[in-house]
DNA sequence: GGTTAATTTGAATATTCATTCAAGTAGAAG
DNA sequence: CTTCTACTTGAATGAATATTCAAATTAACC
């Protein structure tokens, strides 16, 4: 089936699920072949190496988490409930039985030490999250205030997407969250959530 | 020098220290032997498997961990103070230039998705620390009201654990800390410090 | 329909991996 | 001093690793 490229968006969401699981030296290029059911050869022409194929992984995740994101702040009545909206779905995440914590916070841990281009890319990513809190959070706040609050909110974030994988009580999770971001309109997002 | 068996606390230590920077995939049996200068077969016979000795570091590292807290809760003019002093120390690690996060949070996303015997026990480290954490917190306050502080605590140092690895300004990072947890004496642990 | 060029194929490569074990060594016991 | 036993040694094992490449395939073009 030569001359019939197969479909590249597909095999990056396939190999994101399985890096985002496995991490990078967890996921061997066997179960990359697996997952997403090319040989060998054809990966590494279109992407090079195993480090090119997660890259392509953690942009394409870094996307979509973006623009789910922006998506969200946008339609949320106002951003301050976009950000609960957010942050309790993280907490929901939680509770599935495949959850798999934050693909960048995941790369973010293994790749720190190897000091690669791979760990430059992630932190540029996650910089670029905290970087869009920033933007939609002055529009109710001045900009110290907005920065103050994005780096708040990242904290919690990393905070969840860790204490999500222990087994206790989600209602606590929750309230440590609430009470350390007081400043986010909690109980216009609940009504909005009951409707 | 049979007979002459090596110190297997030094060997442990080693073996923590490696673990802790390059994870478990990351760090193949010859970094292990190289590391800690014994032979393959001694590594072997001692701990069994490259899993017996991740097994070991793990909980090296957790005892060492509970007895640092333990000891500076229990010297420190407070409770409260004590932890502050704690979740200081924290932040400044964060500054150094090989920071490395904590072995139990790196661990914990590395091997949840394996499911095995070693995510459990790192699980139930944490858990320990946690409830360790609810103890001494006791002091002062009611059950409930404990409990709830030590879930915030946990997830704001797991907040810091991860946020530590991005290059930004120290001082938001505390403040988001500061303002999340309002209820300890930031004020008294500050006076201590600049005596 | 034949030629070309892009794409896939999958066996083969060399390296690295975790693990084993027969042989060697030195302290303890007699 | 000899024997015994516990420990160390380190080369060897086979499986798994990332990567390559010559051959096969097929769509597009003339």
């Avoid at 030569?2 to 396939?14: K, L, M």
């Avoid at 708040?152 to 009580?169: A, K, N, T």
């Avoid at 350390?180 to 216009?188: C, E, V």
């Amino acid at each position: 089936m030569a001359r019939v490229q197969f479909d590249r968006e597909q095999v990056i969401q396939d190999c994101t699920q399985l890096f985002w699981q496995q991490g990078f030296s967890g996921a061997s290029m066997q179960k990359v072949v697996q997952a997403t059911g090319l040989k060998p050869g054809s990966l590494y022409l279109a992407f090079g190496s195993k480090e090119g194929l997660y890259q392509a992984a953690l942009e394409h995740y870094a996307r979509q988490s973006q623009a789910t994101l922006s998506q969200a702040l946008e339609n949320a009545p106002s951003v301050g409930e976009g950000i609960c909206q957010q942050l309790l779905r993280m907490i929901e995440a939680a509770e599935k039985a495949d959850y798999c914590s934050c693909f960048l916070v995941k790369s973010q841990l293994e790749l720190a030490a190897s000091g690669g281009d791979l760990h430059r890319r992630v932190c540029a990513y996650i910089t670029e999250i905290e970087d869009l809190y920033v933007e939609y959070l002055q529009r109710d706040y001045p900009q110290d205030q907005a920065r103050q609050y994005a780096t708040s909110l990242m904290m919690h974030v990393f905070g969840i997407r860790v204490y999500g994988y222990l087994e206790r009580d989600r209602d606590r999770l929750l309230a440590a969250v609430k009470s350390g971001l007081p400043w986010l309109p909690w109980d216009a997002c609940e009504q909005e959530a009951l409707q």
